[in-house]
C-alpha cells in the first residue's frame, strides 16, 4: 500500500534555532501533502496544506513564517520550524492523499516526528 | 459546534469483547468516512474507508455509516490487546486534489487480558 516517509522521527534543538522535517511519499506521487500537529492526549491539529508546486495554504492562527513549508517535488514536502521555542515543542505529522488506484484516494501518514526544543 | 464529534474516552473492554466506537457530525456534504487507529507516539494507520451509507466489513472490523443521522460507527469484534490504541474517525466532502480531512478528537480503546 501507499507508504508515507518521514524524517527524522526525534530531534532537539535549541531555542533559536531552526528544524527541517521531511516527508516522502515512498512510491506514489502526492500532489497534496498536509503538517499536523498534535498535542499529548489532543487530536490532530492540520497546520497547512502543502501543494507541488505552490504556495502552502495554512490554517488561521498558523504562523506563516514560523512554520515554513515547501513543496517541491511529487514526492517531497518539508517543514521547517524557524527560531523555535520550548513552546514549539510537539508531535508533528505530515499526510498524503493516496494514489488514485488506492482506496479511495484517501489520507496515509508519515510515523510523525517529536521536536523537542530546549 | 463541533464538525465531528467523538467521545474521547477512554474505553476500557476486556479481551474478546465487542467494541463499538462512534462519531457524530454536522456537516451534511461529508461523504468519505475514514477511520484510522494511532498507536502511542506513532502516526496514524488507515483501517477502513467507506464511502456514503452503509457497511464495511474488513476481518474483525466493521464500518458503518448512517448519513440520515450523520453518524458512522466502527466495530471490533473479538478485540485484542493489541487493539489498545486510539482510533480517530475522519470524513471529508470528496476527494481528489485539495480536499480538508476533518478529524475527530478520537478515542481512547484499552483492551484488557
Known amino acids: 500500500g501507499a507508504v508515507v516517509s518521514q524524517h527524522p522521527s526525534r530531534v532537539i534543538c535549541k531555542s533559536g534555532t531552526s528544524v527541517k522535517i521531511e516527508c516522502r511519499s515512498l512510491?506514489?506521487?502526492?500532489?497534496?501533502m498536509f503538517w499536523y500537529r498534535q498535542f499529548p492526549k489532543q487530536s490532530l491539529m492540520l497546520m497547512a496544506t502543502?501543494?507541488?508546486?505552490?504556495?502552502?495554504?495554512?490554517e488561521q492562527g498558523v504562523e506563516k513564517d514560523k512554520f515554513l513549508i515547501n513543496h517541491a517535488s511529487l514526492t517531497l514536502s518539508t517543514l521547517t520550524v524557524t527560531s523555535a521555542h520550548p513552546e514549539d515543542s510537539s508531535f508533528y505529522i505530515c499526510?498524503?492523499?493516496?494514489?488514485?488506484?488506492?482506496?479511495?484516494?484517501?489520507?496515509?501518514f508519515g510515523e510523525g516526528s517529536w521536536l523537542t526544543v530546549v | 459546534q463541533k464538525e465531528v464529534e467523538q467521545d474521547p474516552g477512554p474505553l476500557s473492554v476486556p479481551e474478546g469483547a465487542i467494541v463499538s466506537l462512534n462519531c457524530t457530525y454536522s456537516?451534511?456534504?461529508?461523504?468519505?468516512f475514514m477511520w484510522y487507529r494511532q498507536y502511542s507516539r506513532k502516526g496514524p494507520e488507515l483501517l477502513m474507508y467507506?464511502?456514503?451509507?452503509g457497511n464495511k466489513e474488513d476481518g474483525r472490523f466493521t464500518a458503518q455509516v448512517d448519513k440520515s443521522s450523520k453518524y458512522i460507527s466502527l466495530f471490533i469484534r473479538d478485540s485484542q490487546p493489541s487493539d489498545s490504541a486510539t482510533y480517530l474517525c475522519?470524513?471529508?466532502?470528496?476527494?481528489?486534489?485539495?480536499?480538508?480531512?476533518?478529524f475527530g478528537t478520537g478515542t481512547k480503546l484499552q483492551v484488557i487480558p
Open positions: 502543502s501543494n507541488e508546486g505552490s504556495k502552502a495554504t495554512y
Open positions: 475522519a470524513m471529508s466532502a470528496s476527494f481528489g486534489g485539495y480536499q480538508k480531512v476533518t
Open positions: 499526510s498524503a492523499r493516496g494514489p488514485p488506484r488506492g482506496p479511495g484516494n484517501t489520507i496515509y
Open positions: 467507506t464511502y456514503s451509507s
Open positions: 512510491d506514489f506521487q502526492a500532489t497534496t
Open positions: 456537516n451534511s456534504a461529508f461523504q468519505y
